[in-house]
């Protein structure tokens, strides 16, 4: 125990944080050197390095390797793998970094496509099967356009396109992981198999994850090829489409489909409305959704790309489903409405799964869409309300009610002007606001939760009420700027099980206001962080954490960019 004299909390911390600072720039700095000299040999040079005691399999067994296949397997976490597999394609040791990394995702890419026979069956364990062989296609399809982007033509840095690479391998790690899990709430044996069939490609992804994530370290030393378009560069169509965004009337005059229940749009479904667009589509597909409760179970499939879906008011167009697990379907099939392709929009919108507290896990809103946003809507429901199962997402000034891990999933997700409202659970629950996913400590996911408020909706008198809990060894949640009211538990964060957590989780809190942000009391696990300085802090805002300073302005939508 560290002696500091008569210092208060605050200015402890602050010296802690100075001298820990210290520190990491020192090791920082010796880091970057070390990898600087091993990418340019690596880059550069053509001398073979030794891999010592052990027998490389990408050369028949000797002992020599190129230093590019030691330079990137040697950062991954399954090294086994990646010298079986990048290390022992034809050519290998003449091969850069970046050309090795490109193998990792074909090898990756090769794997997953052979699962997805593997996942099939009846009885039960079909919708389970079903939920797996969806999801894998999903990944195999991420990985096809990871591939593609490495084929444009249009060079830049590697920080910027190592965002979308490591967004979309985080994804497919996501997926195999959601695929087990839905396997799992079937049968133990089910889960075992699931793990089992895609052990391999697990183990690839998360190699080529880690692989990604060095070289975006070393940017300023390699680049690789981006195609995605920054607001800058999508023109003045763009820029009136935003325009038009801020201004919902205008929007909606402007739609290229209007569902109404009465019959005075083109279809009364909002099913119905999504067969018509487009497949792959780069222009904006505005549906307009006018006033009524719509039962229906919605999807906007993976193809369907920049859907822009507006309503009358959260409280005049609601989407209402009750899909549920105690009735036999996988979590992830649950949700009332679930949206796949990529720059989908809503505004003035209701989300609700109408299952109650005691069907259990009932998703109202599930998210897997890269760049997606939300405005003005509502997530209804109980025990997981809202699924931001992967990708990019934002969410600005929406209402989100539930009980049980009511905002969950592994995505990389901004919460900004927010109203949260726990409500009241099943008699003997405690609530969890988030329960975050990440499994892997290269992947770009989290919880952000920036400028909103959290009070209760109900009394929830004799409830214990809790900011989360660590779903996976690497759960990662920021809330920051927020109003918290009294009601939230002092410990702040419950275990998922027994009395602790695994030390690699990230929680933190800065700047909070309210009864319920004061931190003495918080528990003392060491991945909590209740002094975060502001730089850190800031990592978790909209412009580095979902690089939204890109993309959110083509939205239209308010937002604000850093604390």
């Known amino acids: 125990m560290h002696s500091y004299g008569k210092l208060d909390e605050a200015e402890q911390a602050k010296l802690v944080a100075r ?39 990408e050369n028949g067994g000797g002992d020599s390797i190129s230093a590019s296949v030691k330079a990137v397997c040697d950062v ?25 990394f490109k193998i990792a995702v074909e090898f990756t ?122 607001w800058e560069e999508t023109g003045s169509e763009t820029a009136s489409f935003a325009r038009r965004m801020l201004q919902e009337k205008d929007l909606r005059t402007m739609a290229n489909i209007v569902v109404a229940k009465d019959g005075t749009g083109n279809y009364t479904t909002i099913g119905r409305a999504l067969e018509d667009v487009p497949e792959k589509s780069s222009n904006k597909t505005i549906i307009y ?51 796949f392709g990529k720059g989908f929009m809503a505004r003035d919108m209701t989300f609700r799964n109408t299952a109650g507290a005691a069907k259990h896990q009932a998703v109202a809103l599930m998210v897997s869409a890269d760049l997606s946003a939300f405005y ?34 592994n995505s990389a997700v901004v919460f900004q002007n927010c109203t949260i409202l726990p409500r009241r659970p099943m008699p003997g629950q405690q609530n969890t606001i988030t329960a975050q996913g990440r499994t892997d400590p290269n992947q770009n996911t989290g919880i952000s939760i920036h400028k909103c408020s959290i009070s209760p909706l109900d009394n929830l008198g004799g409830v214990q009420t809790f900011l989360g809990r660590p779903w996976k060894n690497f759960s990662t949640t920021v809330v920051m700027k927020s109003f918290m009211d009294g009601f939230i538990d002092p410990r702040g964060w419950l275990p998922w099980v027994g009395n602790t957590a695994p030390d690699t989780i990230f929680y933190a809190e800065y700047g909070n206001l309210g009864a319920g942000a004061w931190t003495k009391n918080r528990v003392t696990w060491k991945g909590v962080r209740t002094f975060l300085t502001k730089k850190a802090a800031n990592k978790f805002t909209v412009k580095p954490f979902i690089n939204g300073d890109k993309w959110l302005p083509a939205t239209g939508f308010p937002f604000k960019p850093d604390l």
Not at 76 to 93: E, F, I, M, Q, W
Request: net charge neutral; with cysteine.
């Open 376 to 409: 003005h809507c509502t997530m209804d429901a109980f025990q997981d309300t809202l699924y931001a199962l992967s990708q990019r997402q934002f969410y600005r000034e929406c209402t989100i009610l539930g009980t049980v891990d009511f905002i969950f999933g």
């Open 19 to 57: 001298r820990r600072t210290r520190k990491r720039i020192i090791i920082i700095a010796v880091s970057s050197v070390a990898l600087a000299c091993i990418v340019i040999g690596a880059v550069f040079g053509t001398t073979a390095v030794t891999h010592a005691g052990k027998k490389s399999p």
């Open 289 to 339: 959704v006018k006033e009524g409760v719509y039962v229906e179970n919605v999807k906007v499939e993976n193809s369907k790309w920049n859907v822009v879906m507006v309503g009358d008011g959260q409280d005049k167009t609601i989407v209402s489903f009750g899909l549920n697990f105690v009735d036999g379907t996988p979590t992830f099939q649950t949700a009332t409405f679930a949206v």
């Open 109 to 230: 890419l090769e794997s997953l496509s052979k699962s997805v026979a593997k996942f099939s069956g009846g009885g039960k364990e079909m919708a389970a099967m079903g939920a797996c062989k969806e999801l894998i296609e999903l990944a195999v399809e991420h990985l096809n356009e990871t591939v593609t982007s490495l084929d444009g033509k249009m060079t830049t840095s590697l920080s910027e396109l190592g965002d979308d690479l490591r967004t979309w391998l985080s994804s497919v790690v996501t997926y195999q992981e959601t695929c087990v899990e839905a396997l799992q709430e079937t049968t133990v044996d089910l889960k075992t198999y699931g793990e089992t069939n895609l052990k391999n490609s697990t183990e690839m992804t998360s190699n080529a994850l880690a692989i990604i994530t060095w070289l975006t370290k070393i940017s300023d030393t390699i680049k690789l090829r981006r195609r995605m378009l920054s």
């Open 76 to 100: 991954t976490l399954y090294k086994d793998t990646c010298y079986r597999t990048v290390g022992s394609s034809p050519n290998a040791t003449r091969l850069t970094p970046e050309e090795l």
